[in-house]
């Protein structure tokens, strides 16, 4: 029974001097924490005032003259597109034309077989001859039956026959006359000459084919490029615009870039417009021509269309990307003297490309926010950085090094 009451106090003696160990320790941390918090408070705060600074880059807002632009989707058309085909039947005996060759009008292309046409043109040349000759002998006849007659030594009605075989042979010798120079015709049919001046495509027949006037296929295209057409579409609400311009008489210019809108082709101006707004798409077309003197429009190539409408005079111009949209419509942040943003509501003009034009809000020569507009609102403090260095974010933030490990690393190569 003693022994029981011995092991009962000895394990609460163990239990009360745990429990004070635990106390002490917690007591200790809880002092040492309440030491250092604030400390650490202290050296956190200026941390705090430059994240309340956003980072932001910013450009000046600019006065000059905008250019207005009506832009549009077109494809290039050939003004002259021909088929080159031969007008006679034979081998293809000469191809005198590379692929893709430029040429002018009369150019020589190829041959056909030409002695067919040669023997046809002697054939009628001789028939010509002897129908002359009859002609001759026949009028020859007519002066001695005249003189006859005078004698009334021969019938009248032989000179009256006299006569109209003369003009029987002569009108032999008409149809004499059309055959022969319907041989040189053909005969100048055997070489191929280049109707328009262009650019030549493929070659569709090579040389040794017999090839025949009724042939579809023809023997090359060729295509006009200088000048060149292109027919662009824009929409019907700027119609009258357009027409307002190209009624006055002024030249209207177009300028043609690539697919992606950004290298210039060429520069020509405003041809024709359509009698006729397309109903399924509510556009209309226009036609532009083009010198095309470096050759860098093609056939059915795809364009994009910017037309010279007007210039705008002494307008405040600013980037688009300072403007924000809101429940209140469009506005800019301004940047203050204090390095602190405004809201300013603006009233938006025509847009060009990079620029707008603002035509009420804003004054020359004010900064507004380009870049990092998103986290701003009225009043906030911002920092200014230069307009091609990117705005740091969470991903892009340098780490700290590890000097502990960079340390040891050092201890080790030592």
């Not at 004499?176 to 328009?196: C, E, F, M, S, W």
């Not at 994009?304 to 990307?321: A, E, F, Q, R, Y």
């Not at 974010?393 to 190569?413: E, F, I, M, Y």
């Amino acid at each position: 029974m003693g022994e029981n009451k011995k092991t009962t106090l000895r394990r609460f003696r163990w239990t009360t001097g745990i429990a004070i160990v635990l106390l002490i320790t917690a007591s200790t941390y809880y002092i040492r924490h309440n030491d250092t918090k604030p400390t650490t408070e202290h050296h956190k705060q200026p941390g705090k005032l430059a994240e309340a600074e956003i980072a932001v880059a910013t450009k000046p807002v600019t006065q000059g003259d905008l250019p207005i632009y009506l832009t549009g989707l077109g494809t290039v058309t050939a003004l002259r597109t021909v088929t080159v085909k031969s007008r006679v039947d034979g081998e293809l005996m000469h191809v005198a034309f590379q692929e893709g060759q430029m040429v002018n009008v009369g150019d020589l292309l190829a041959e056909i077989d030409p002695r067919p046409y040669q023997a046809q043109l002697m054939q009628t040349e001789g028939q010509l001859m002897r129908d002359e000759a009859l002609l001759k002998n026949s009028e020859t006849d007519l002066v001695r039956y005249k003189t006859l007659l005078a004698q009334d030594s021969i019938a009248a009605q032989q000179t009256v026959t006299q006569e109209s075989l003369i003009k029987q042979n002569k009108g032999t010798l008409e149809i004499d006359r059309g055959l022969v120079a319907n041989a040189k015709l053909q005969l100048t049919y055997a070489r191929i000459t280049a109707p328009i001046s262009g650019r030549l495509g493929l070659r569709l027949v090579d040389q040794g084919n017999i090839v025949h006037a009724s042939d579809s296929n023809g023997l090359v295209v060729i295509t006009q490029i200088q000048p060149i057409a292109v027919v662009f579409t824009l929409p019907e609400d700027r119609l009258q615009d357009v027409m307002k311009k190209f009624h006055s008489g002024d030249k209207i210019s177009i300028d043609a870039y690539d697919r992606r809108g950004q290298t210039k082709l060429a520069n020509g101006q405003l041809l024709a417009v359509d009698n006729q707004i397309d109903s399924t798409t509510g556009t209309i077309k226009l036609k532009g021509q083009f010198n095309n003197e470096d050759g860098m429009l093609f056939s059915n190539q795809f364009v994009n269309i910017k037309m010279s409408m007007d210039t705008l005079k002494g307008v405040t111009i600013i980037p688009t990307s300072a403007i924000q949209r809101g429940t209140q419509g469009t506005f800019v942040y301004a940047v203050q003297d204090d390095q602190t943003v405004t809201v300013k509501p603006v009233t938006l003009g025509p847009i060009e490309g990079e620029k707008v034009a603002i035509l009420n809000g804003l004054q020359p020569n004010e900064q507004v926010v380009v870049d990092g507009a998103d986290k701003l609102r009225d009043g906030i403090k911002i920092k200014l950085i230069p307009r091609n260095k990117p705005i740091a974010t969470d991903a892009t933030t340098p780490q700290p090094q590890n000097n502990d490990a960079h340390d040891k690393s050092r201890k080790k190569g030592s």
